[in-house]
């Protein structure tokens, strides 16, 4: 009935946010060499660069914290854990880590090597460079729908059917996993579908493959299902994660984003072969079975948290405030990824600047204007992250230039987000006088980190 969006929470301890001018602005986005990267988190107002650990923790996982179970082995902390994910993920076998790559490197190492392919509906980065650094190959097939930004289909998120089976019926002895990102990260942000993840996993039990859910936002996923996805209405959203749990034969997770804590992350099998080697390489790496790379009170917040992140009215504010943001801004005219994810927003800043080439970075040019006008810091994902150079050094574009802006989860309030629209609405006004980048220093691998830029004059 009403439209303002409650955060259902009260704030207990706060943090100071500094203001700048946009006279100060300027000069520190200039010394930072246009790269927000670069900038001191002290000078950035609203901080929309990753949803990643930045999580606000509750009362009850501060008081867990002080509970935390030191012990080097059979802690406490680490059997709550356990327990938890136990019922959460119906897998028996569960290997704490520090955060999610290094769940990624124990498996993918051990799946991975010359000759192996995994496929998914799109690797995470990590997931990729983890699989790559193995000598395996990773293939993404999003679903075709994925490509139409514009159209109103809930679960752009899904994987392609058709070519993973061809995939399979050619290749299945090559395979070392296929991956469902839930949500779909690097896509979008976008939703799996339940169906989608049935028949992905019938798929691979008939050709003996292996089914692994990559389970970073399966509370925000299970939002969708449940709303958008017939028969799943009168399901909890717990249960909706159990059922696609259920399809899978282990997850990985950063549970710096669902599980609502700074640092941590999990890799729970069902096989006790697959478990024991993947347990050894936990071992060498991370660190015994009940801590990997955590200490107690990370594993009693984390496991606080599992439970918190699929209550009713958080995931009804999480999801229902990140549309509000989408929403707000589509409507005063900016461009973006539709209908709008689980935990961010994706803008497309070629688009929103056609008169910046992208071999000026309309991305870049975007997330400078909205620190410069706002304060607000995003990240780009287009030709900054993702291009390269062909032999004559050309640039060879992007996709899609876009730049991500990531909600933290439990730390804004809606007049936070009311601020980034009214910034938004000012950039779109002056959408003529921005100015394309160039870069001036760039190093070989991963470069939107550390390069710097200039503007184009
Ligand atoms: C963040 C993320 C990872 C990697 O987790 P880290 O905790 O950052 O190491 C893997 N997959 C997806 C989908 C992610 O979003």
């Known amino acids: 009935m009403f439209k303002t969006i409650i955060e259902p929470f009260k704030i207990k301890s706060v943090e100071p946010i500094y203001m700048t ?9 200039k010394e930072a060499h246009y790269n927000p990267f670069l900038l001191h988190s002290r000078d950035v107002i609203i901080d929309m660069l990753t949803d990643s650990g930045t999580s606000a923790m509750s009362s009850q996982q501060w008081a867990g914290i002080m509970q935390g179970d030191e012990s080097y082995a059979g802690a406490s902390s680490f059997l709550k854990l356990e327990k938890e994910i136990q019922d959460l993920t119906g897998y028996p076998h569960v290997l704490p880590t520090h955060q999610g790559r290094a769940a990624e490197r124990i498996l993918y190492s051990y799946l991975g090597g010359k000759g192996k392919i995994f496929i998914s509906n799109t690797h995470f980065d990590t997931t990729r460079a983890n699989i790559e650094f193995s000598g395996a190959e990773a293939i993404d097939i ?30 299945a002895k090559q395979i070392g996993a296929v991956i469902q990102t839930v949500t779909n990260n690097s896509g979008g942000g976008q939703p799996v579908s339940m169906e ?67 640092i941590g992350g999990f890799l729970a099998l069902k096989d006790q072969v697959l478990a024991e080697a993947c347990t050894n390489l936990l071992i060498i790496t991370e660190g015994f079975v009940t801590y990997g790379g955590l200490a107690g009170r990370d594993m009693e917040a984390m496991a606080i948290g599992l439970r918190e992140v699929f209550e009713d009215d958080y995931l009804t504010y999480r999801i229902t405030s990140t549309k509000y943001l989408g929403e707000h801004i589509r409507k005063a005219g900016i461009p973006v990824i539709y209908p709008i994810g689980g935990h961010a927003v994706y803008v497309d800043a070629g688009l929103m600047y056609p008169h910046i080439p992208a071999n000026q970075y309309p991305g870049q040019t975007l997330v400078c204007e909205l620190y410069k006008v706002g304060g607000i810091r995003a990240v780009e994902i287009g030709s900054v992250m993702f291009g390269k150079y062909d032999e004559k050094g050309e640039l060879i574009p992007a996709p899609v230039e876009l730049v991500r802006l990531a909600i933290p989860r439990r730390v804004y309030t809606q007049s936070h987000i009311d601020y980034v629209i009214e910034v938004f609405e000012h950039l779109k006004d002056n959408v003529k006088s921005a100015k394309g980048m160039k870069i001036v220093k760039e190093p070989k691998f991963l470069r939107h980190f550390t390069a710097h830029f200039e503007e184009v004059s």
């Not at 001018?21 to 986005?29: A, C, G, N, S, V």
């Not at 159209?151 to 059917?161: A, C, P, W």
């Open 21 to 29: 001018t946009e006279e100060q602005r300027k000069k520190l986005i």
């Open 142 to 171: 999003p679903t075709p729908a994925a490509k139409d930004h514009d159209s109103e289909f809930h679960f752009k998120g899904n994987i392609d059917l058709e070519k993973l089976e061809e995939y399979l019926k050619t290749s």
């Open 196 to 262: 989608n993840t049935k028949q992905a996993s019938a798929l691979c039990k008939k050709y003996g493959v292996l089914f692994v859910i990559d389970c970073c936002r399966i509370a925000e996923n299970s939002y969708f299902i449940r709303h958008y996805e017939k028969g799943y209405e009168n399901y909890s959203y717990r249960d909706i994660a159990k059922e696609m749990f259920s399809l899978a034969d282990g997850g990985v997770m950063s549970a710096k984003k669902d599980a609502l804590v700074n």
